[in-house]
């Protein structure tokens, strides 16, 4: 994969202290996955929580047991590497002992990093870009913290899916859409089917055919005859 970004110096907050790997990886950056000879593809970033052991050992993103699920059933299954420009990256970019959760101040401090990676890549840029949040904790942090939009949660954020958003001070356009972390689905396989959705929407978007939301018409019955 190439390499977009690294942050091996960072010491912005207590997380630099806890990486294991050899050497540390500090500051795990994004990397690219693919990119298509497709006239006018569009960008679409996989956002995780943060890197577990294997990603902190190896200095990539989703390398471990999620990873492989997300490389080998949410990415390929709608062939999003052969139709856009896919990118891995994480939310809070360093490993945390135990797999504890990041708390609020890692978040806000580390998605400064995503925020400006699309600045430096979409600012006066006619580019179609899309954000796939994985977990209730992204979602609910990189709406907060990238795109302004406080108390999100995972629900909330399924139902927003397809909705635009501005990242905060700039003029540019992401589509966002949440889902199920891979290792929530290793948990309960019956998550898939809710991602197999999910999916379907983001494929629809890939296409440009996606569904504009609207509110419903309501046509009333006639009552049965007496």
């Known amino acids: 994969m190439k390499i977009l970004s690294d942050h091996r110096s960072c010491t912005t907050c ?3 202290t806890q990486a294991e790997g050899v050497p540390c990886n500090v500051g795990i950056g994004s990397r690219l996955l ?3 000879q497709v006239q006018n593809a569009c960008h679409l970033w996989y956002v995780g929580r943060n890197p577990g052991y294997h990603e902190d050992v190896e200095g990539n993103p989703f390398v471990g047991r999620s990873g ?3 490389r080998g059933a949410y990415i390929p299954g709608i062939n999003a590497t052969d139709r856009a420009q896919v990118y891995l990256t994480n939310g809070v970019r360093c490993y945390t002992v135990k797999d504890e959760p990041p708390k609020s101040r890692h978040w806000k401090n580390c998605l400064n990093y995503l925020r400006d990676e699309l600045v430096e890549r979409y600012t006066d840029k ?3 870009v899309g954000l796939v949040l994985l977990g209730g904790d992204c979602t609910s942090h990189v709406y907060r913290n990238v795109f302004g939009v406080k108390g999100m949660n995972l ?3 399924i139902n927003e899916n397809g909705a635009t958003h501005k990242v905060v001070d700039t003029n540019i356009d992401v589509t966002l859409f949440s889902t199920y972390h891979p290792s929530a689905v290793l948990r309960d396989p019956n998550y898939i089917n809710a991602v197999y959705d999910h999916n379907s929407l983001i494929s629809d978007w890939l296409d440009e055919v996606m569904a504009t939301p609207s509110e419903p018409t309501f046509v009333p019955t006639r009552s049965p005859n007496v």
């Open 126 to 128: 006619p580019t179609r």
């Open 34 to 36: 693919s990119e298509p």
């Open 14 to 16: 207590d997380l630099c």
């Open 155 to 157: 629900t909330k954020g």
């Open 68 to 70: 492989q699920l997300l």
